[in-house]
């Protein structure tokens, strides 16, 4: 038998929007029709790729009644128009993170989006990294007692260029959102946030007035805490890791290697080679069943997509982060809308 496929459309065709074209045109259930991005030869060139249609113009493809749904992976700044473009046109979505920059334009979608039929997930991939998940689920079987603490480290290779850093909204917004979803994920809301800030080593940051080294703590609802360590560089590469403290013991997750081979000299014992160079290369997993797991929402099985909400509250950490640093001071955040 035949398996029916989802249509889906891609809006923006630059890093993310490549990776997710690789993996919704290797999905059984799922179907790449059409890619838009105003950059007309870059979506060409991904669209010859995988026997797609290329547009400029992303209306076009939102209003194309054989589309069911579509991944928002075009610049942060466009997301929030995106999306409420797709309600009106009653389309499911994938939309990448953040979903914006400013939290007012963010609610200012909240009473279509609970109106809506329509289903959104967000696109907070590291959640479904095979490593990270299976913490999770050990940990929700308590096979080692119950989760006291999370510690979570997060570090880029190097630097974004400048132009970049000046329209990401700044390093808690753009990097530290992941770790803000995955703590969540794992401690459930949270209540207070204190953070540190440094200009270390990149002129990048300073120049924009960014942060290029951040440290955050967090307390959850249910009282227990974490802590998120990032860096816009690392000499060794992409460096993740996780480690969940729990009552009986600790789950840890550290980065993969690329080599079984080892090497020891008189200078020291270990890996011969650094760790993976790129953020896709190492949730290359994670962004499929990321994926997968929009497929099943559109399926209308169980799924665990995080959703708009999810995104909403990984950007109110941000802002309370940023908040804290600047200030100085623990930083509340009440869940209220
Ligand atoms: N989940 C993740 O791990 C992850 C990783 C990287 C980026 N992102 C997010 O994905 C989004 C895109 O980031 P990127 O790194 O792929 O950027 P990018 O600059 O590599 O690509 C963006 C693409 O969108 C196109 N574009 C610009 N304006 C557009 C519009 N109005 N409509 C349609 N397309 C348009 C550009 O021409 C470009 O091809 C950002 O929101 C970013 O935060 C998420």
Not at 3 to 15: D, M
Request: net charge negative.
């Amino acid at each position: 038998m035949v398996e029916a496929k989802f249509a889906i459309g891609l809006i923006g065709s630059g890093r993310i929007g490549r990776q997710h074209a690789m993996n919704i045109s290797k999905h059984p259930r799922a179907e790449l029709v059409a890619i838009a991005d105003p950059d007309i030869s870059s979506a060409g060139l991904l669209a010859t790729r995988i026997d797609a249609r290329a547009v400029a113009e992303p209306r076009e493809l939102i209003h194309d009644k054989d589309i069911d749904a579509v991944v928002v992976a075009s610049p942060t700044s466009t997301h929030v128009d995106l999306i409420a473009e797709c309600l009106e046109a009653n389309k499911h979505i994938l939309c990448e993170k953040p979903i914006d920059l400013d939290i007012a334009r963010v609610d200012a979608l909240w009473a279509e989006v609970e109106a809506s039929e329509v289903h959104i997930a967000l696109g907070f991939n590291q959640r479904f990294d095979p490593a990270f998940s299976e913490v999770y689920t050990r940990i929700s079987r308590q096979e080692v007692g119950t989760l006291e603490h999370l510690s979570l480290i997060s570090r880029d290779p190097g630097p974004p260029p400048v132009e970049y850093l000046s329209t990401s909204g700044g390093i808690f917004r753009d990097m530290t959102i992941h770790d803000f979803d995955l703590v969540r994920h794992f401690i459930g809301d949270i209540d207070e946030v204190s953070a540190f800030g440094a200009q270390l080593f990149d002129p990048g940051a300073r120049e924009v007035g960014d942060y290029d080294s951040v440290t955050v703590s967090l307390k959850s609802k249910s009282g227990r805490t974490a802590n998120i360590f990032n860096s816009r560089h690392s000499p060794f590469g992409y460096d993740q890791r996780l480690e969940a403290f729990c009552s009986d013991g600790n789950f840890t997750v550290s980065n993969m290697e690329s080599s079984l081979v080892g090497q020891s000299t008189a200078r020291g014992t270990g890996s011969r080679v650094g760790f993976e160079e790129s953020f896709l290369v190492r949730f290359n997993d994670a962004y499929r069943l990321e994926l997968d797991e929009f497929v099943k929402l559109l399926e209308g099985s169980d799924s665990t997509s995080p959703t708009f909400e999810d995104g909403r509250e990984a950007l109110r950490l941000a802002d309370a982060a940023l908040e804290s640093a600047q200030s100085g001071k623990v930083v509340s955040v009440n869940t209220s809308r």
